[in-house]
């Protein structure tokens, strides 16, 4: 089975506990104003310009039919961005790689070739695998096939999801993953349809059915200043965690801006104004405190750690 | 989701994919270590110590001639005597007579000259900078220059030990002026035999009496010549040494009876009773042994300088004495992290030309037993907070994991890294005893290693270091590219391997770069053995002889044999060979972009107008990204000089084989700055690879990667006498807990599966501000984002303020 993924991953400390290594998956059914990997919406390959990488031989020219690639400073190309047609064409014309497509088939064997090779650290701090994304559920077939490798290999593994999928083709994952990276960005269904271009109902539906079924959940939540960051979106995930008991713990996501400037490398402008700033230390403390009087149990990116204590 | 946090370092330097939510914290690059200290404050325990510490770093560069003059005419009064009574006499006499000094707050007694800070010239062996230091500095090439009165440098110019090998040895003719000796000379010239490691346990046990009396009872009735000779110039050494710590006890006396400090008055006092009393008698307690190891080793660098050398295994040797104080109430932990502190600042006084320049001085701790029993105890712990304290890039620490290391320690020494930014460095006896037994060493003896100079590896009194040879790689390559003729026909190699034009497959040319690889290895082979029998005649060290086995009882020199004698071979860049090999199969053989002769004549122009092959070379695999399609080439490169070392390579004192090593350090700057464009893609005078794993700026799969790359080679076979891994972390991954813990259980991996050695570099915001004032002093600091690499200073400040934002985040 092969699927496009946009990225393999290696020492991941921040994707679930332990050493892990993450697979990015291309595809999401969201497209949230903050996204931090724009270039992982699309299911398609999508092309890549990085100018500083060019070393101005003029090979990609003759290959870009709608003449998107013009001669510009110092010799190197200039790429304008609406005449592209994404057929790729002059990516392989680019030997410095500065055209580059985003997104590339793999099979499950070639990831588990690569996700295998850290086993002995995975073993060691009670790491493993991490799907990711765009959202692993996009293509929950792949999912389930690179799972079940995991599991024969028995390597620990993550799913980090928006949860927005049918429930028929996530629970046959529910067996298959040792803990869920849950991400629930907003309680009001129409902000949440703002913020991210769908209602929040069918992920609410499957994070309670997640949790019916016994899946081990860790609840993320991304704090954005001026969107989400606010009291009664606090109050509604406290909320979601008292009716949901067995949630491993919910961990509060700082904003961060830094993936603004990538995006002029896929031709996308910023859907987010520059005046939404990340948060500091003392307001997250503070976040975090409020979820604690509200009783939430708080976790950490260790939280549901196979194995806590590393190994000699 | 919340995988933007590293956007901005990708939006420049694009990998196929994405990030993480926050893959920026894992930084991995090389660069020497020395550079990482700029900025830091120090935390010493205690004030004094402090401005000890300032007292020394303002020290400038002067030249002490004390032991020029007095060896200068020792040598001249008495030359119907043998060579080394002559050195051994020459050493008393200066030891009798240097003018004594104590910094103010030192607590420790015994310095490398008779003024603060001023430097020894050691006349007998070569008058030179040494070449190494002056190729990491260059703006202080000449410094020596007029400094050494023309009537000394008259005397020695053919008379040293350098004069001498030119012309006894290589039949050159003599010098006719003092100004046609070269500036510099390669640390051999100017130094002892270097990377060693003395044993102080019997000095401890029996005092300097004692060891007088051995060599006296020794003597006794000898009646060959040489042995007399080097057992009268041993005798003399160590008289020397007892007259010097006597000498001291009065000067202490007097300047205690000078100071007006009632403290400092009592701390001279206590100074001055020990030192009368460790001039002859063994030690009793803790500082007693301490003041004493510190006047034989800082003795044996008067003698010889002491290139690279390490002062046995000081937790082991002192851990009785701290034992018996503390039961008895006479030693508290704090004392002792003050005397480590102590210690470590009088090793970074002593290194010749001061401050700028370091000896790799360095000493380890912990280890395990060859039963596997942990070896740490808490002066391990004591040692290494001290010496951690001070943030100073010399003496290099080491640790010595192992299986059973007590993890508490480990990730103890973990914490430290915060202060120092690189130490301590680690050793695996895992690794090491097991490459060190099959060279032919007993059990018991590996696992006594020490680690000396930047990297190398000795055995306290049985075995020190020694490069014999030198695989040159790149030159090798560059040959096999241009028949032999080098990219400007600097060179006339013939008949070594067929033309360029001939060689149509990989494995030809494989196997033409392994016939130079031979050939330098033969070459350098011969030149080292000369070098060999130099030292051996005029670079003897009877002082330093009394601290290896056998040496009394042999009645010879430490040069003529110590109980190991296994030689090494050296290489740099090893993993840019593998790169260049990878890059030339991959692009020549494979997909057939370009001939071998376009891609040297591409070489020799730096790449100019031929940047398109260049980026295809840089898109070959690289060492250092656990990438299979090179693990071939690794066994291969490995095997290039393996093979013929084994083969042509024997110590010619008892035909022992050599072992292997990558040299590390100043080889890989000082030689990039005169390495042309290599194959790999790296541009002409660029920094070659310094550490084994990966080449500058070219490991972008993360830490596991570059740590499953090490342990791709066979470290038992190829790599006996060490090699050098070098790892970058922002502090956050050290100062997290969570973190930390991950850092530590990668290491408990990695160490598990033999990987030898590990240094470890901390990069914080400060250095990197750093960095963006001076560019030229961190031209060599590399950054790992999110996958790529890149020197810093290369970057655009908008990038450099992104990446230093985000680590402040971390």
């Known amino acids: 089975m092969r699927q496009r993924i946009f990225d393999i991953q290696r020492f991941s400390i921040h994707d679930g506990p332990g050493i892990r290594t993450t697979v990015f998956m291309k595809g999401c059914p969201l497209r949230c104003l903050w996204c931090s990997n724009p270039e992982s919406i699309s299911p398609e390959p999508q092309l890549s310009y990085t100018e500083q990488r060019c070393i101005a031989c003029g090979a990609c020219f003759p290959a870009c039919k709608p003449e998107a690639l013009k001669v510009g400073r110092e010799g190197k190309a200039h790429l304008e961005w609406p005449r592209c047609n994404q057929r790729l064409e002059c990516v392989p014309t680019c030997d410095a790689r500065a055209l580059e497509a985003v997104g590339r088939e793999v099979t499950t064997e070639e990831i588990m070739a690569v996700v295998l090779r850290d086993r002995d650290y995975y073993e060691a701090s009670g790491g493993g695998m991490t799907l990711s994304g765009g959202d692993p559920l996009f293509n929950p077939g792949f999912c389930e096939a690179l799972l079940c490798e995991a599991r024969a290999h028995g390597i620990h593994a993550c799913v980090e999801t928006s949860g927005y999928g049918e429930w028929a083709s996530i629970e046959p994952l529910v067996p298959l993953v040792d803990l869920w990276l849950y991400d629930f960005k907003e309680t009001d269904p129409k902000k949440h349809y703002e913020f991210t271009g769908v209602s929040n109902g069918v992920i609410l539906d499957n994070l309670k059915k997640l949790h019916a079924a016994g899946a081990r959940i860790l609840l993320r939540c991304p704090m954005i200043p001026g969107h989400n960051a606010r009291d009664d979106h606090l109050d509604g995930i406290a909320a979601i965690a008292a009716e949901l008991p067995h949630l491993i713990g919910v961990e509060l996501l700082p904003y961060f801006d830094l993936w603004r400037g990538k995006l002029r490398r896929f031709g996308l402008t910023p859907r987010l104004p520059d005046s939404v700033k990340p948060p500091d230390r003392g307001t997250m403390d503070a976040w975090n405190a409020y979820l604690r009087r509200r009783g939430v149990k708080l976790a950490g990116m260790d939280a549901g750690a196979a194995a806590s204590d590393p190994k000699p | ?810």
Not at chain 2, 35 to 52: D, Q
Not at chain 2, 525 to 551: D, H, I
Not at chain 2, 574 to 594: H, Q, S, W
């Open chain 2, 1 to 810: 989701m919340r995988k933007g946090r590293a956007g901005i370092a990708c939006a420049t330097f694009p990998r196929p994919g994405g990030m993480t939510r926050r893959t920026f914290l894992a930084l991995a690059g090389v660069a020497p270590a020395a550079r990482l200290f700029a900025g830091k404050s120090p935390a010493p325990s205690v004030p004094a110590i402090s401005a000890l510490r300032a007292d020394i770093l303002r020290s400038g560069l002067s030249i002490g001639l004390h032991r020029a003059e007095v060896f200068t005419r020792i040598f001249r009064d008495n030359v119907d005597q043998p060579w080394i009574v002559r050195k051994g006499l020459a050493l008393q006499e200066y030891l009798k007579t240097v003018p004594l000094y104590l910094r103010e707050g030192d607590g420790i007694a015994g310095s490398i000259s008779e003024r603060p800070g001023a430097m020894p010239v050691m006349v007998e062996l070569g008058i030179g900078e040494n070449n190494i230091y002056t190729g990491e500095r260059p703006d202080r090439k000449g410094h020596l220059k007029g400094q050494v009165p023309e009537g000394i440098r008259a005397f020695w110019m053919n008379e040293n030990m350098w004069g001498r090998y030119r012309t006894e040895i290589c039949g050159l003719p003599p010098y006719k002026s003092p100004d046609e000796v070269p500036e510099s000379l390669a640390y051999k010239f100017i130094s002892n035999q270097g990377h060693l490691c003395p044993s102080y346990s019997r000095l401890l046990r029996v005092g300097l009496e004692g060891l007088m009396r051995d060599v006296a009872r020794r003597i006794e009735g000898e009646a060959n010549p040489d042995k007399v000779a080097f057992l009268t110039a041993a005798g003399r050494c160590l008289a020397g040494v007892s007259t010097w710590a006597a000498r001291y006890g009065e000067f202490l006396a007097s300047e205690a009876a000078r100071c007006t400090d009632a403290a400092r008055a009592s701390e001279l006092r206590e100074m001055s009773r020990i030192a009368s009393k460790v001039a002859t008698s063994p030690p009793g307690t803790f500082r007693e042994a301490l003041q004493l190891v510190w006047f034989v080793h800082q003795a044996i660098h008067i003698e010889g300088q002491g290139y690279s050398c390490t002062p046995d295994r000081l937790d082991q040797l002192l851990f009785p004495f701290y034992e018996a104080d503390v039961s008895a109430g006479r030693l508290d932990d704090a004392t002792v992290v003050r005397l480590a502190e102590n210690l470590v600042l009088k090793m970074y006084d002593n290194s010749v030309w001061g401050p700028e320049h370091h000896l790799t001085q360095g000493f380890v701790m912990g280890g395990s037993t060859p039963d596997g029993r942990d070896h740490t105890n808490r002066l391990s712990w004591l040692f290494v907070e001290g010496a951690t304290n001070l943030s100073l890039p010399e003496p290099l620490i080491w640790i010595r994991w192992h299986p059973n290391i007590d993890q508490k320690f480990f990730d103890f020494c973990l914490t430290r890294l915060l202060r120092s930014t690189c130490f301590p460095m680690m050793w695996n006896d895992r690794a090491i005893p097991d490459a060190l037994m099959g060279l032919g060493i007993a059990r018991e003896d590996a696992f006594n290693y020490v680690p000396v100079g930047c990297n190398e590896l000795a055995i306290p009194s049985q075995w020190y270091y020694n490069p014999g040879a030198n695989a040159n790689y790149l030159a090798s390559i560059e040959a096999a590219m241009t028949s032999g003729k080098g990219y400007r026909g600097q060179w006339k190699w013939k008949g070594i391997a067929p033309a360029a034009g001939e060689l149509r497959s990989f494995e030809a040319f494989s196997g033409a770069v392994a016939a130079y690889v031979r050939r330098s290895i033969e070459q350098s082979y011969g030149n080292e053995m000369k070098t060999l029998q130099a030292q051996m005649r005029w670079g003897v060290t009877p002082l330093t002889s009394c601290f290896f086995e056998g040496c009394v009882e042999k009645g010879r020199d430490m040069t003529a044999g110590t109980k190991y004698n296994y030689l090494s071979c050296g290489g740099i860049a090893f993993a840019n060979a593998v790169d260049c090999l990878g890059a030339v199969r991959d692009v020549v053989y494979e997909r057939k972009e370009a001939t071998l002769e376009e891609l040297a004549a591409a070489c020799a122009a730096n790449f100019k107008g031929h940047e398109r092959l260049r980026a295809q070379l840089l898109a070959a695999p690289k060492h250092g990204n656990d990438d299979p399609r090179l693990d071939d080439v690794i066994r291969m490169v490995e095997a290039m000089r393996d093979r013929p070392v084994k083969e042509i390579c024997r110590d010619p004192r008892d035909g022992s084989h050599f072992g292997n090593s990558h040299v590390v350090r100043s080889g890989a700057v000082k030689q990039g700055l005169v390495t042309p464009a290599t194959p790999d893609g790296r541009l002409a005078g660029t920094p070659l690879a310094s550490s084994m794993a990966a080449s500058v700026g070219s490991e972008y799969s993360g830490p596991t990667a570059v740590l499953n790359s090490v342990c791709k080679t066979d470290s038992a076979k190829s790599w006996q006498c060490g090699y050098q891994v070098n790892i970058r972390f922002h502090k956050g991954m050290i100062a997290d807990d969570a973190q930390r813990q991950k850092l530590r259980t990668m290491l408990n991996v990695y160490f598990g599966r033999g990987g030898q050695e590990l240094q470890i570099n901390v990069v914080d915001t400060a250095m990197l501000r750093a960095a963006q004032k001076d560019p030229a002093a961190y031209s060599d600091l590399v950054v790992r984002v999110a996958g790529f690499s890149e020197f810093f200073v290369r970057l655009t400040p908008e990038i450099q303020e992104d990446i230093i934002a985000r680590m402040e985040h971390m």
